[in-house]
């Protein structure tokens, strides 16, 4: 058990430009979760995947953000026009399917927007 | 809508103080209570899952509880390692049946 993988770990940018990110899950997991957390605050969900099928979007999830798990596997979270708010910690999480199995997160990815 | 809310915001203590934690929460049929721990410049590590009130799990100096409101973090005898934010989550019946929705989080500092 390797655990969850994100990259890069940290990401400056300048507003305006798109930032794509990277989560690998535990390999056996199939849903995988996308929360952002800004400073003194808890994860805000933001999408989950069951295998490949994207189930439920939140509504923070703005049409500049773009999530995509090809096969079932790793996922990407794109951000469009990158504005100042969007600067947070992008974390990604996953587990196994079946009631309250414990979602296992990565280490993030730390967004700053310039 | 489910809500969290955790107390104190921030908590310090000395080496050896036991102290507990507070988690309430409002949700429309709970699916269950997770606690986290988070360390500067980490993602949250799992802790504990509790799914029906009356319900208690223990992991060395941690034990956590639930009722029907909230979920209280028993930390006993400290140490400094025990330092970090502990973050409460709730997973309810209504819309996404896998979110997680959290609380702020309590920082925990412990002074040897």
């Known amino acids: 058990d390797t655990g969850v993988s994100q990259n890069p770990r940290h990401k400056i940018t300048k507003r305006g430009q798109n930032v794509t990110f990277r989560c690998d899950p535990i390999?056996?997991?199939?849903?995988l979760y996308w929360y952002r957390q800004t400073l003194g605050q808890g994860p805000e969900f933001l999408t989950y995947f069951q295998n490949e099928a994207q189930l439920e979007k939140s509504r923070l999830l703005s049409d500049r953000f773009s999530a995509e798990r090809p096969k079932g596997s790793f996922s990407t979270l794109e951000i469009q026009r990158t504005e100042q708010g969007d600067s947070a910690m992008y974390l990604c999480?996953?587990?196994?399917?079946?009631?309250?199995?414990?979602?296992?997160f990565g280490d993030g990815t730390r967004l700053s927007i310039l | 809508e489910d809500q969290v809310t955790q107390s104190p915001e921030a908590l310090r203590l000395q080496e050896g103080e036991s102290s507990s934690l507070n988690c309430s929460y409002t949700?429309?049929?709970?699916?269950?209570l997770f606690w986290y721990r988070q360390d500067p410049g980490k993602g949250p590590e799992f802790l504990f899952t509790?799914?029906?009130a009356g319900e208690e799990k223990e992991k060395e100096r941690l034990k956590a509880t639930l009722t029907k409101k909230e979920s209280f973090l028993h930390i006993t005898a400290p140490k400094p390692e025990d330092s970090a934010t502990y973050l409460c989550?709730?997973?309810?019946?209504?819309?996404?049946?896998?979110?997680?929705?959290f609380g702020k989080g309590i920082t925990l500092s412990v002074r040897p």
């Open positions: 390999s056996e997991h199939n849903r």
């Open positions: 949700v429309s049929g709970l699916r269950g």
């Open positions: 509790l799914y029906s």
């Open positions: 999480a996953s587990s196994l399917s079946g009631i309250n199995q414990p979602q296992h």
């Open positions: 989550a709730v997973q309810g019946l209504t819309g996404a049946n896998s979110k997680l929705t």
